[in-house]
């Protein structure tokens, strides 16, 4: 068949399932998860790769076939789902649930979940994505920026809060998006609250020019460049 003609480009928030029953009845099979790799991947219609030809076919076998250069494409070339013997809809519901909540998911609560054979499973699929993640254009955070910091580690007793024994200081900055919500993400380990090392992370991380939203932290107005 021909390539579809997406209307308009994917947006957060509007062409992804807000609610696990949404994404049920958008990714039902494999071939649904296909079609939305393929429109992903070829917002304004197939493109083969070699020759950047525009006319293709979809084959039996779920390639798309140029009718340039004959080259066989898959939607799936140089993705994490590249030759995978897991159904898609499998690696799409661990996407879900990765990014769905707001604390994202473990590997024992997604063996739980989506009844995998072993806790091993779970782990490995999610450590694909989270390397994808990780090796993604990291583009700094622009516009409307939110900061703060946060302690992370076990619980131990003793003083609590920054400067707690045992843990982690973790700076984290998120875009925030109008009328009500949020966009990217950045976090880091930072040695200290100080302004020295939050002015490390804002320049690493967001955008000169942006609006920075901060606690009362005396640290930030030095760090945002703001006195």
């Keep these: 068949m021909e390539s579809p003609k997406p209307q ?13 029953a949404d994404f049920l009845g958008w990714f039902p ?11 992903l991947r070829w ?3 197939f493109s083969c790769p070699e020759c950047s030809g525009n006319a293709g076919w979809r084959m039996n076998d779920s390639r798309w076939w140029c009718k340039g250069c004959r080259r066989r494409v898959s939607a799936t070339a140089g993705t994490i789902f590249h030759h995978t013997q897991t159904p898609l809809t499998v690696w799409f519901a661990t996407a879900w649930h990765m990014t769905a909540p707001k604390n994202g998911v473990s590997a024992k609560t997604l063996h739980r979940l989506l009844g995998f054979g072993s806790y091993q499973t779970a782990w490995a699929m999610l450590h694909r994505f989270r390397s994808a993640m990780s090796h993604a254009k990291h583009d700094r955070l622009s516009g409307d920026v939110e900061v703060d910091e946060i302690m992370i580690g076990g ?10 024994a045992g843990k982690a200081l973790v700076a984290v900055a998120v875009e925030q998006r109008q009328p009500k919500g949020f966009g990217r993400c950045r976090i880091q380990v930072i040695p200290n609250a ?4 939050l002015r490390s992370f804002l320049l690493a991380h967001v955008e000169p020019g942006s609006t920075i939203h901060t606690d009362g932290l005396a640290s930030y107005p030095g760090a945002a460049g703001t006195e």
């Design 8 to 20: 308009h480009r994917p947006q957060v928030g509007k062409d992804y399932p807000k609610h696990y």
């Design 29 to 39: 099979d494999d071939a649904a998860c296909l079609d939305y790799l393929d429109w």
């Design 43 to 45: 917002p304004d219609g």
């Design 155 to 164: 619980v131990r007793p003793g003083k609590r809060g920054r400067g707690s």
């Design 194 to 197: 100080e302004t020295g090392a």
